[in-house]
């Protein structure tokens, strides 16, 4: 505002030397006739432009409404001109001054209530709202703290290992490196294998519940991984890390209030105690799976929008299809139920869609990069999250469906660790 009232100080006014102006009582005369005109012009020409735009793109023309449009143009642009050449230079300037400090004041006073606000616990198939912590966590293994309450976990590779590739042999490869590492203890984590291959990522516009960020796009996996056959139970966590943050209690039922650094942090530990122990080979080690990893895994060589090659029936309310696979929001009773209670995918993995959201490894990216074992780890503002959670609505649970955290954990934030080579 201080450069506009400079400026009015410095310019002469409008009509400040044309005295003929004024009709000695202190107001101003008529507009110049070429301003009326001018005004004239553009109220008859624009419509009428309009008009014929409308017309090469054979679209109907309402002869009334550009005759209503311009008489209203018209009307618009004589008080507006009045007003400035009323008020001069001078004038205008103040006046854009002032609506310059009012817009300044406003966003000022937003600001200082959006930080002293409380904000809402919103669930992921609400647009996210909160940002995350900008840190790119890239652990090194061999200096992973083991906490003080850890306790042995074990690992179980359950009896059939499912083929993706008729030809593939990385599995045969891979499985007896863990020949010597079975126990008979059933507080272990059970694997599930899983062979490279190729599929298609994302889901079609015409999937029921697509969204944007959901482009199909072809992915190669080229190495075979174990993945966990659960989501991480309580039990599981705490033979790991000694504690239990989650809200619902229970041994059986998937921990949660985890954030993905909590998450990344159990993979390197598990990794650091097993690696000492002589349970897991040096070279192979626990991580989060990457979306592409998650969505092959998932799908378990399935195109629909559920892994038991049914599609969920409606976006928002019950679905028959997504209750026999999943806990959602119009089954679970407002919490989280023992993990593999539901009907597991060809691959033998439970728990795949709802009851927790699975964190992945990489930062969230609005489109799906396609290509050879894709993995964003550039750092972003949020981690990707997959599956659905006990509180959220079909279309959230769908094989394809992928979000961007707006929370760093919430009672349905839960992870399932995979073993790579």
Not at 6 to 17: F, G, I, K, T, V
Not at 289 to 309: D, F
């Amino acid at each position: 505002m201080t450069v506009t009232c400079y400026l009015a100080q410095s310019l002469p006014d409008l009509h400040e030397d044309d005295w003929d102006a004024y009709d000695g009582h202190g107001a101003s005369s008529d507009m110049p006739i070429w301003m009326f005109y001018t005004i004239l012009a553009v109220s008859i020409l624009v419509p009428l432009m309009l008009w014929r735009t409308a017309a090469k793109k054979n679209e109907k023309g309402d002869g009334e409404g550009c005759v209503g449009f311009a008489f209203g143009m018209f009307i618009f642009l004589m008080v507006t001109a009045n007003f400035a050449y009323g008020i001069g230079i001078k004038g205008i300037l103040i006046l854009l001054g002032i609506v310059i400090t009012v817009r300044l004041i406003v966003k000022a006073l937003k600001k200082i209530k959006n930080r002293r606000a409380v904000r809402p616990v919103k669930k992921l198939s609400d647009p996210p709202q909160i940002p995350q912590k900008n840190e790119n966590l890239e652990f090194n293994y061999s200096d992973a703290t083991i906490p003080a309450a850890s306790q042995p976990c074990n690992i179980f590779i359950t009896p059939a290992v499912t083929s993706v590739g008729e030809a593939s042999t990385s599995l045969e490869l891979f499985a007896p490196k863990f020949r010597d590492l079975l126990w008979d203890d059933c507080s272990g984590i059970f694997l599930c294998g899983i062979e490279a291959g190729d599929y298609v990522m994302g889901s079609p516009p015409n999937e029921r519940g697509h969204r944007e960020n959901e482009n199909i796009a072809k992915v190669v996996i080229s190495e075979g991984f174990w993945m966990a056959r659960t989501p991480c139970t309580q039990s599981q966590w705490e033979a790991v890390m000694g504690t239990n943050p989650s809200r619902f209690t229970n041994p059986e039922h998937p921990v949660e209030q985890i954030t993905w650094e909590e998450a990344s942090e159990f993979c390197v530990v598990l990794t650091r105690i097993q690696h000492e122990t002589g349970q897991l080979p040096l070279k192979a080690k626990w991580s989060l799976p990457s979306e592409a990893q998650w969505e092959y895994a998932c799908r378990a060589g399935h195109r629909s929008s559920l892994n038991n090659g049914t599609a969920i029936k409606s976006e928002r309310n019950d679905c028959r299809n997504l209750d026999k696979v999943a806990w959602f929001r119009n089954n679970s009773g407002g919490t989280t139920h023992p993990v593999g209670e539901k009907v597991p995918n060809a691959w033998g993995l439970y728990d795949m869609h709802g009851n927790v959201w699975e964190w992945c490894r990489d930062w969230y990216i609005d489109r799906n990069p396609g290509g050879q074992d894709p993995c964003n780890l550039a750092i972003g503002q949020y981690h990707a999250i997959r599956g659905g959670g006990w509180g959220d609505l079909p279309w959230a649970c769908r094989s394809a469906a992928r979000h961007q955290n707006p929370l760093p954990k919430d009672s349905d934030f839960g992870f399932r660790p995979i073993i790579s080579w």
